[in-house]
């Protein structure tokens, strides 16, 4: 058992060691002198529920959870929020002192937060949302919590599209529809927000092929994708003088509702977190 004032907690993943999550973490347990740690641990698929209950018997707070734990994550707990069960998926365990255990996917509020701060309210707007998995999921969570009037998901397999709207539709305000990619042409024009939440554009993937020259002037892009920042489909954006988010303020207000639950302090997305995160991604 951990004994001392200094709270644990950690980062569960197999590889880890590509997470941000250390370094975030740290930059706020330094900025906000809070006495604690999180500390990433390479756990293979099989392991995952053995060392879970290993971790909260050695006094952890809690983990964040990474590929490819996030199901089992969910699975495992005993009690989960929201933006979990709509995503079946969760990327935080917070180890209650009754030895309960709560799930919660905070990548939804990442994105949610990361929209707020840049666009507002989406409240009447029309949104294309790229890809139908597991990140789809919480990002129609989001987009539905901040007003979007519609919803157009397209993806690859448009069949995946179309079933995702179906199981979302009685969780989310928005009118979710759903298409194929090859109807881009046709969807582009009607965007004023559009949102890759595929994992096409990530290092090592190859990016989406879509011509931003048939989205409107004014619109908005954001991808998930932080890796690498300034991903094909970002600079294309940018390159036609369209609004750019980076995935950077998504990861941000994804962690602060982790650092709260694990550190018992609020912390703040700061452009001087920004700055830190930026040196950790090129380094
Ligand atoms: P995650 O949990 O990160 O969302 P996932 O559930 O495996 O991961 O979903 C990946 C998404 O990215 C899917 O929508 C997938 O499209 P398909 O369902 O058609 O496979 C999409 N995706 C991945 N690579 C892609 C690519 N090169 N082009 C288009 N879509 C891609």
């Known amino acids: 058992m951990l004994t001392g004032a200094g709270k644990i907690a950690g980062v569960v993943g197999w590889p880890v060691g590509h997470s941000l999550s ?37 006094g952890f707070a809690g983990v964040n959870v990474t590929v490819p734990h996030k199901e089992a994550a969910f699975a495992l707990a005993h009690s989960c929020d929201a933006a ?28 949610r937060e990361s929209l707020r701060e840049t666009m507002g309210s989406l ?22 919590e901040l007003g979007a009037a519609k919803v157009q998901i397209l993806n690859r ?41 595929t994992s096409a554009g990530m290092k ?22 932080y890796n690498p920042l300034q991903t094909e489909l970002l600079k294309q954006a940018k390159a036609r003088g369209l609004n ?3 995935g950077l303020g998504m990861l941000m207000h994804q962690a602060a509702p982790s650092f709260e639950a694990f550190f018992g302090v609020k912390p703040a997305v700061t452009p001087g977190l920004r700055a830190h995160l930026e040196k950790a991604l090129y380094a």
């Open 157 to 197: 397999h448009a069949d995946k599209a179309r079933a995702l709207a179906r199981a979302l539709q009685p969780m989310v305000k928005s009118e979710l529809l759903a298409a194929g990619l090859d109807d881009w042409a046709r969807l582009a024009p009607g965007a004023e927000l559009i949102v890759n939440s």
């Open 244 to 246: 750019a988010i980076d």
């Open 123 to 144: 409240n009447g707007k029309t949104v294309l949302l790229l890809g139908a998995g597991g990140a789809a999921r919480g990002a129609l969570l989001a987009l539905g």
């Open 84 to 111: 979990a069960e709509a995503a079946g998926a969760a990327n935080l365990l917070v180890f209650r002192p009754d030895g309960r255990i709560e799930a919660r996917n905070t990548d939804m509020i990442g994105l």
């Open 22 to 58: 250390p370094s975030l973490h740290g930059y706020w347990l330094e900025e906000l002198q809070v006495d604690g740690a999180l500390i990433p641990l390479a756990v293979p698929r099989e392991d995952f529920a053995r060392v879970i209950a290993a971790l909260q018997r050695a």
């Open 204 to 225: 090592g993937h190859a990016p989406l092929r879509l011509d931003l020259g048939l989205a409107r002037k004014t619109a908005t892009v954001l991808d998930i994708v």
